[in-house]
């Protein structure tokens, strides 16, 4: 049997080492063909049950069995014998399920985790492909590592995808996950070597030049989107992780918490700020600190506080510094009451200014810092506020003061800068006027 194949997929085909096998890449670049190759010419050599998945069953159809099918045809190993048994080296497609059946006993089955039901019936699975993994749930990934299972033979994962945001499970459990502080991979790294194996997990990336069979004008098409969809441009094209949407704090950087604070404290005329934002049950107390270096209109995040589920009580004893700093807390005024109980218990604390249209105001004043340094401690800010993006409206327009998420730490910035006014780009500073603006 012979097959011509992409030159930079030639290892891969044949490289089992690892259980599992991550495959990152643009559109066209041939990656879910390789993976379909590759699995065939495993089961034709070894009998095996493997188990393709997709998040939507239906999508099989036009999709992986599809694909399965063109592959086995080309290789001349499609079984039309019209026999019951297979012939011998052949491979049989059946619809209703979908299903390829090996004249060596192997089998290939098609799942979506749609119908997540049909999943416990499988057993001695050893080797499994979920194609588009990042459109599955995080909790069916897992449930699938459960389910891959078999006494005897190695078990192997295979996950292949176009990249989308850096929020995706995908790329926080192969990749970095800030919030809980988790570092397997820098993509970049990935994207310069183009392979890498860490620990049990092969990564392979590929972009459209690395498909030998692709029309130029297909490539020509994929470049166009560079002027009016960047962020498919950097998906489609370049085959790389990212942020999805526009970034409110595109000036936002976070440096190692030491040098955070060496220059906190080499700030020639350093004011220093706190902001609280309440929560309880699904949002959160956030408490950060801040300092503002007004000459350069840099503002540096050194400190947080972020906890939900606490009563006033647990709060203030979490607190209990600020009592003996004495720092003034600006915190949000829609909550008079719990404001009014850290008075009373000789927190220095004081409502922020909120009036109409004060969301958009907070967030243009934080825009107009050049920079946002963020100490590498601030896990939970760095996590709302460095791939913070706005949500759009039906027609795709940007609304400016309402977020993908709810950064509760961005309200804390926003009440601690309150009397504070960044000068903008005309020059003039320093402390607003009695309005707050």
């Given at each position: 049997?012979?097959?011509?194949v ?39 050599s ?48 059946k ?8 004249s ?31 459109e599955?749930k ?12 078999h ?7 295979i996950l292949?995808?176009n ?15 800030e ?5 397997i ?40 989107l560079?002027?009016?969809?960047p ?17 409110v ?6 440096w ?29 107390n ?20 972020y ?15 600020f009592?003996k ?15 009014k ?41 760095i ?6 993006t ?6 795709g ?5 309402e977020f993908?998420i709810?950064p ?16 903008d780009?005309?020059g ?5 006027n009695?309005?707050?603006?």
């Amino acid at each position: 049997m012979e097959k011509e194949v992409n030159p930079h997929f030639e290892d891969f085909l044949f490289d089992w080492n690892q259980k599992f096998q991550v495959l990152v890449g643009g559109y066209g670049s041939s990656k879910s063909y390789h993976v379909a190759l590759k699995i065939i010419l495993k089961l034709l050599s070894e009998k095996r049950k493997a188990l393709v998945i997709r998040e939507v069953y239906d999508t099989h159809k036009d999709s992986t069995f599809s694909l399965f099918t063109e592959i086995i045809e080309d290789l001349g190993l499609l079984d039309e014998s019209g026999r019951k048994k297979i012939a011998k080296g052949k491979i049989r497609p059946k619809e209703s399920p979908y299903e390829l059946r090996f004249s060596n006993g192997s089998r290939v089955i098609f799942k979506g985790m749609d119908k997540p039901a049909k999943l416990k019936s499988i057993n001695n699975v050893s080797l499994v492909w979920v194609e588009e993994c990042s459109e599955v749930k995080y909790e069916g990934f897992k449930e699938l590592i459960g389910r891959l299972r078999h006494p005897t033979l190695r078990l192997h994962m295979i996950l292949s995808t176009n990249p989308v945001g850096e929020d995706n499970w995908t790329f926080k459990h192969f990749f970095k996950d800030e919030k809980n502080k988790r570092f397997i991979l820098d993509d970049e790294e990935l994207y310069k070597k183009r392979t890498i194996v860490v620990g049990d997990t092969y990564y392979h990336h590929s972009v459209a030049d690395d498909n030998l069979f692709l029309p130029d004008s297909y490539i020509t098409q994929l470049e166009e989107l560079k002027e009016f969809d960047p962020d498919l441009y950097r998906v489609a094209r370049k085959g790389r992780f990212g942020i999805n949407g526009i970034r409110v704090l595109p000036q936002f950087e976070v440096w190692k918490h030491e040098e955070v604070i060496k220059k906190v404290n080499n700030i020639r005329r350093s004011m220093k700020r706190v902001g609280m934002d309440f929560g309880f049950v699904e949002s959160y107390n956030a408490v950060i600190r801040m300092a503002i270096d007004h000459d350069k209109k840099y503002l540096y995040i050194y400190w947080e506080y972020y906890k939900n589920g606490q009563t006033d009580d647990q709060t203030a004893e979490d607190l209990a510094e600020f009592k003996k700093t004495k720092e003034l807390i600006k915190a949000d005024n829609a909550e008079p009451k719990t404001i009014k109980y850290f008075q009373q218990n000789k927190f220095n604390m004081e409502g922020a200014k909120k009036f109409q249209g004060s969301r958009l105001q907070y967030t243009k004043k934080v825009k107009r810092f050049k920079k946002i340094i963020c100490s590498d401690n601030c896990t939970n800010t760095i996590y709302e506020l460095k791939g913070l993006t706005y949500k759009k409206n039906k027609r795709g327009e940007i609304i400016e003061d309402e977020f993908t998420i709810d950064p509760h730490t961005l309200s804390a910035i926003w009440y601690g800068l309150d009397d504070y006014e960044v000068a903008d780009l005309k020059g003039g500073a320093g402390i607003s006027n009695a309005s707050g603006w």
